[in-house]
């Protein structure tokens, strides 16, 4: 009967459907607080590597988002530092948000925050490095920590109008239309900037392998050089 | 074994954890927020390493689990245990892990000899991985399940001798344990054999706000309560100094209220008479 297995089992379960009213009161108090700090943990995780949208929904709001997140698809493993995977697509087909749809893409954004900050070191690639001529056949290598997308709503402004360094009323200034973001980390903090959207099809070019020669096409018509220094600048090459 | 008192690294105090030079100043860390490929929170680490020591404590290993730990997971705690040379690597009594759910948690289970064997199984796997013995650590405890075969102490105590692991005894869980469950904290602690327990963890409680006012909630969100500094000094009397770390996670001070309390910790361990001595 008290089989470690089948306990676990039924233990886990219980926390799992939320029993409010097991035989047993002491027991229910018990399975109570596991389940509450069980879903606080991730709920902090969240709060923690989702600020900006944490700021923009306000404290109430993302409370119960996040924790309506943390019961449908609950951590599976113990680094809750890297807990969120996901969140943006929740959030698409949460309902109390519907009217935010700019949302997801905030959520997105602070996802690749949170994998650029926690991703490999590698030293970025710089002006210096790339000094001399540049062979057309030479493969630039994307740096662990590069991220980037494209989007219909200001996402790199909106993420920038957040941060410590920014006013008090920068997201009043945030322009509304798209912007392609580039999240990179190339010393010790994690850089969101807005790129040249054409940038997006030579930045998965030069993920794909292709050579600088193959992958600099996708360039074509935009300011080649102010594209590949914004790239470079950013430390998005390794 | 650095028998002085240290505390829980928390990144916000950065700046005056590097330029702190408090003899016998050691930090703790959860293993889990470190074992990430690379970032400026490893370096962060790196630096504090350089500096002073560091324990590694870990939240996830679910040694009371029946599946055994995650190759995965070991892999990663090995590979930060090689690289950070800490004083001491640990994790608890408690599982986390079911149905692929981990649970942020520390879930009880009935002390079966079953489940003994369970447990022995689990922390061997992870002292063959780590290539050192690890210490485990008593939890909170929120309810006294049916089923158990073993006391407490008598678990880790047994634990300890299959396995050659030493003990985390953390004071305020033992505490919390008793007042919730109903039996003398100081009774419990007298039977832990003091030459397996290789650090103390010394933290703050509070009551359950919700649910039972009665019930006490290991929160890490308040200062060292006064009678599990009693249960401290009791302990130490007898076993004699072993390193001895101030956990706060939740509504975190100053650093310098918290070197106060550590300092508390600190003087204690210094003028350790032992009462079998």
Redesign the interface.
Known sequence: ?????A???A??AA??RNDQSPRDR??G??L???R???AK??QD?LADNFPVVRALTGEQAFVACAAAFVEAD?????????YGEGFDAFLTRYAPFAQLPWLTDVAWLERCVVE???????RALNGGDLAGAIETSAVLRLH??TRFGAFRSPVASIWRAHQPDAGEDALDHVGWRPEAALVT?PL??VLVTEIDPRAIAFLHACAAGKPLGVAVETLAGGEVADIFSTLITAGAFA | MTCTAGLGLKTQHLDEILTSRDPGLWFEVHAENYMVDGGPRLAALAAVRDRHPISIHSVGLSLASVEPPDPASLRRLADLVARFEPIAVSDHLAWQKWNGVHHADFLPFPRTRAALETVADNVQRVQEALSRPILVENPSLYVDLPGHELSEAVFLTELARRTGCGLLLDVNNLYISASNIGFSAAAALDLIPGDAIGEIHLAGHDADPALDSRLLIDTHGTAVAEPVWELYERLIARIGPRPTLIERDDRIPAFATLMTERARAHNLLGRVVLTDA
């Open positions: 009967m008290h089989d470690l297995a306990f676990q089992r233990f886990g926390i799992a002491a027991l108090r018990a109570a607080i596991h509450n700090t069980s943990a991730g995780a609950p951590p599976r493993e113990a680094r809750l530092c890297l650029a900050l926690f991703a490999a070191d590698a662990p920590a980390r010790a903090e």
